[in-house]
């Protein structure tokens, strides 16, 4: 059973930066899709950004610029750095993945991510 550790959330200025890390259980060159979506309350589950095949890279319309996907090998370890923060950024966040070869689908047990002055 594949298990992703998320960690990084907290409360944040607006204006301010968080990293978001995601630790799957097995080799993260074993997963074809790697990302992270988040929800906010009362609103669907939306894409932030996610890695497809190690090189296909794609953002949700709403970062414009402002968030960050990366994988750092050695530390088995994908990311998402965060930065000028907005209120309506606030939401659960939830690490994703897909292994290679299987339709299942594997989510982390969400990080929040609260944006307020």
């Known amino acids: 059973q594949v298990q992703l550790v998320e960690s990084g959330g907290g409360l944040v200025q607006p204006g301010g930066s968080l990293r978001l890390s995601c630790t799957p259980s097995g080799s993260i060159f074993t997963f074809r899709i790697m990302g992270w979506y988040r929800q906010a309350p009362g609103k669907e589950r939306e894409l932030v950004a996610k890695?497809?095949?190690?090189?296909?890279?794609t953002y949700g319309d709403f970062v414009k610029g402002r968030f960050t996907f990366s994988r750092e090998n050695a530390k088995n370890t994908v990311y998402l750095q965060m930065n000028s923060l907005r209120p309506e950024d606030t939401a659960d966040y939830y690490c994703?993945?897909?292994?290679?070869?299987?339709?299942?689908?594997?989510w982390g047990q969400g990080t929040q991510v609260t944006v307020s002055s």
């Open positions: 994703y993945a897909k292994l290679y070869g299987s339709p299942t689908e594997y």
């Open positions: 890695l497809s095949s190690g090189t296909d890279l």
